[in-house]
């Protein structure tokens, strides 16, 4: 009877609704040991979602900004922010969707809004008009099952339902229930799943499981039922072949905004203040990281970093690590959790990268065609460093690009350190060849002018990173990757004649002067330093604006000064407290004007 269904059937929403709660209440972290959870509520930050495709131009764009300008640019208008209420809402025609696409690159968050939505659906705070009842289905647990399933056995395997129950929801009102497909590029598709035959088109119907899940997204099983599908970039192509429920929505995951990035900081040291503080400063006045924060995963891994150094200081500048071992760090973590089960190894993947990258800076190029990437990397669909765009213009085009120029920069870097030494005569020759006017060029005055000729700035700084003793026995260790001693000595004997030339001729000025100061920071390496700065008279850092970070990179630098350095501060905004963090190396104020 229609009145007995409908309360045996609330009574089965309710229970299913307290099992999810139970379930998708806490989140386990890449570093979690056995039995350790953290609350959703503890973690979950609103990210910034778009709904609609981006232009060629923007998508160079937010790829290439850095600090106040990567913030700004994803503030403007055009970035308007559709919320997860929203999804299913009617468009401005008054339709609404029935399959929405969640797109976002590695680490952006996709499978955590995933387990958000399904908290607030079953808490009553989201879609609870919308739909009765919401399964997830997640693409990585689905490539673990084998043989013949029918969807009601494939929900079975990761739903406290009974068969009998499930079979009776999706026949009786299939319109009243979402599927929330997770991580569909991590879906193994064989060639017969990509073709229309033998797809089911009942719920009982056994067939493979990507069958059944095509036949979901086709619209040939379940028609009614509506669809949320969460992939990377990646594999956005391939799903829109699968994809036929109409009309769609697509949305895309940018990641965190500014005050996203803030939210974040004060969620994950809600327990101490003063941390959060000090740990979200330090890091808005490095341009590097602050930028990388925007990406959920990296900012998730620099707050990690944070907390872990800080166990063993009371003071945050003591345990500052350099920007590089900070991002071997995020390589290191997306390696281990994103990227599994690929025919190339870690080794052979990384210096792929590294000549991919190499060859954009070089040219300038941040966005590459889909042959030259497919050349250098046998799997670019798959690897967690790289995002995938389709333009259209005459014809569509796929192109590629790295997470971000920052990433793009590092691995540049690395592709030098790990050059053999018959190799690197070659190419760090050229490399040095391309930065004899770069002292030139951080002397204009044009900020803008001077960013388009000092691209290579920060491969350098990185590559200083990388040959830092510590860093490279990491690499070493965890991936068999030598950096070779030749390059560290280049390096050296290169940053020595820069400070002894500019010292005998032409002093380096206010930028110069402090990009060599960051290449000594990243290189870490206290007898060199002792030996850099010793020969380093007179430092000009005037008529220049300067960043906590900067303040916390010279105070670095002049511990290994000798007395009679003069380090001269003639900008307006430099202030007592500032200056107070070069001490207690600098003991009086004689040395500054």
């Known amino acids: 009877m229609p009145v007995i269904f409908f309360v045996g059937w609330t009574s089965q929403s309710f229970r299913y609704k307290d099992l999810i709660r139970s379930k998708y209440a806490y989140v386990t972290e890449y570093d979690s040991l056995p039995g350790e959870h953290i609350l959703l509520a503890d973690r979950y930050t609103e990210l910034l979602i778009i709904q609609r495709h981006r232009e060629q131009s923007e998508t160079e764009e937010d790829i290439r900004s850095k600090g106040e300008k990567f913030s700004s640019h994803k503030e403007s208008e055009k970035y308007s922010n559709i919320s997860l209420e929203e999804f299913f809402s009617p468009d401005d025609h008054g339709v609404v969707p029935k399959a929405v696409i969640l797109q976002g690159s590695s680490g952006h968050g996709k499978s955590l809004t995933a387990q958000k939505i399904m908290l607030d659906w079953a808490s009553g705070k989201l879609y609870t008009d919308?739909?009765?009842?919401?399964?997830?289905?997640?693409?990585?647990?689905?490539?673990?099952?084998?043989?013949?399933?029918?969807?009601?056995?494939?929900?079975?395997?990761?739903?406290?339902?009974?068969?009998?129950?499930?079979?009776?929801?999706?026949?009786?009102?299939?319109?009243?229930?979402?599927?929330?497909?997770?991580?569909?590029?991590?879906?193994?598709?064989?060639?017969?799943?990509?073709?229309?035959?033998?797809?089911?088109?009942?719920?009982?119907?056994?067939?493979?499981?990507?069958?059944?899940?095509?036949?979901?997204?086709?619209?040939?099983?379940?028609?009614?039922?509506?669809?949320l599908v969460t992939t990377r970039s990646t594999a956005t192509d391939t799903l829109s072949k699968l994809l036929k429920k109409q009309p769609q929505r697509f949305t895309e995951i940018m990641g965190f905004s500014e005050k996203g990035v803030k939210d974040y900081f004060q969620r994950f040291f809600k327990e101490d203040q003063l941390l959060q503080t000090q740990a979200y400063e330090h890091v808005k006045a490095n341009e590097t990281l602050f930028t990388a924060c925007f990406i959920p995963v990296i900012c998730w891994i620099i707050c990690t970093v944070f907390r872990e150094r800080h166990k063993d200081s009371m003071e945050i500048?003591?345990?500052?690590?350099?920007?590089?071992?900070?991002?071997?760090?995020?390589?290191?973590?997306?390696?281990?959790?994103?990227?599994?089960?690929?025919?190339?190894?870690?080794?052979?993947?990384?210096?792929?990268?590294?000549?991919?990258?190499?060859?954009?800076?070089?040219?300038?190029?941040?966005?590459?065609?889909?042959?030259?990437?497919?050349?250098?990397?046998?799997?670019?669909?798959?690897?967690p460093f790289l995002c995938k765009f389709v333009f259209r213009r005459s014809r569509q085009e796929t192109m590629f690009s790295f997470i971000h120029l920052s990433f793009q920069e590092f691995f540049t870097a690395l592709y030098y350190a790990l050059l053999t030494d018959n190799e690197m005569k070659r190419e760090v020759k050229r490399l040095f060849r391309n930065l004899e006017d770069i002292f030139s060029y951080l002397n204009l005055d044009d900020?803008?002018?001077?960013?388009?000729?000092?691209?290579?700035?920060?491969?350098?700084?990185?590559?200083?990173?990388?040959?830092?003793?510590?860093?490279?026995?990491?690499?070493?260790?965890?991936?068999?990757?030598?950096?070779?001693?030749?390059?560290?000595?280049?390096?050296?004997?290169?940053?020595?004649?820069?400070?002894?030339?500019?010292?005998?001729?032409?002093?380096?000025?206010?930028?110069?002067?402090?990009?060599?100061?960051?290449?000594?920071?990243?290189?870490?390496?206290?007898?060199?330093?002792?030996?850099?700065?010793?020969?380093?008279?007179?430092?000009?850092?005037s008529d220049l604006p300067l960043s906590r970070m900067d303040y916390l990179v010279i105070h670095y630098c002049l511990q290994f000064c000798s007395n009679s350095t003069y380090v001269k501060f003639t900008h307006s905004a430099t202030t007592a407290e500032e200056v107070k963090l070069l001490q207690p190396e600098v003991n009086s104020f004689e040395k500054f004007r």
Not at 159 to 178: D, F, K, N, W, Y
Not at 346 to 352: E, H
Request: aromatic share 8%; proline share 5%; charged share 20%.
């Open 130 to 227: 919308n739909f009765d009842f919401i399964f997830h289905l997640k693409c990585k647990e689905i490539n673990q099952i084998s043989g013949q399933k029918s969807l009601v056995e494939l929900l079975r395997y990761s739903h406290s339902l009974t068969p009998a129950q499930i079979s009776q929801i999706l026949q009786h009102s299939p319109e009243r229930v979402l599927f929330l497909i997770d991580g569909f590029n991590e879906l193994e598709l064989s060639q017969d799943s990509m073709s229309n035959w033998s797809l089911p088109t009942d719920v009982q119907t056994p067939a493979s499981p990507e069958s059944t899940l095509k036949a979901l997204l086709s619209g040939r099983l379940l028609p009614e039922s509506f669809l």
């Open 317 to 383: 500048t003591n345990v500052l690590d350099t920007t590089t071992s900070i991002y071997v760090d995020c390589m290191s973590t997306l390696l281990k959790y994103h990227y599994q089960g690929l025919s190339q190894s870690v080794p052979s993947l990384l210096r792929s990268l590294g000549q991919l990258a190499k060859r954009g800076m070089l040219e300038q190029q941040v966005l590459f065609d889909k042959k030259s990437v497919s050349e250098t990397i046998p799997e670019p669909d798959r690897i």
């Open 447 to 541: 900020a803008d002018e001077r960013k388009s000729k000092l691209h290579l700035l920060p491969v350098i700084r990185f590559l200083f990173g990388l040959v830092n003793s510590e860093v490279s026995g990491r690499l070493m260790g965890t991936y068999n990757l030598s950096v070779s001693p030749t390059i560290q000595a280049q390096l050296k004997e290169w940053i020595l004649k820069v400070i002894k030339e500019r010292q005998e001729r032409l002093p380096l000025r206010g930028h110069a002067n402090l990009f060599v100061l960051y290449c000594l920071y990243e290189f870490h390496e206290e007898d060199f330093l002792r030996v850099a700065m010793d020969g380093w008279e007179y430092i000009d850092l």
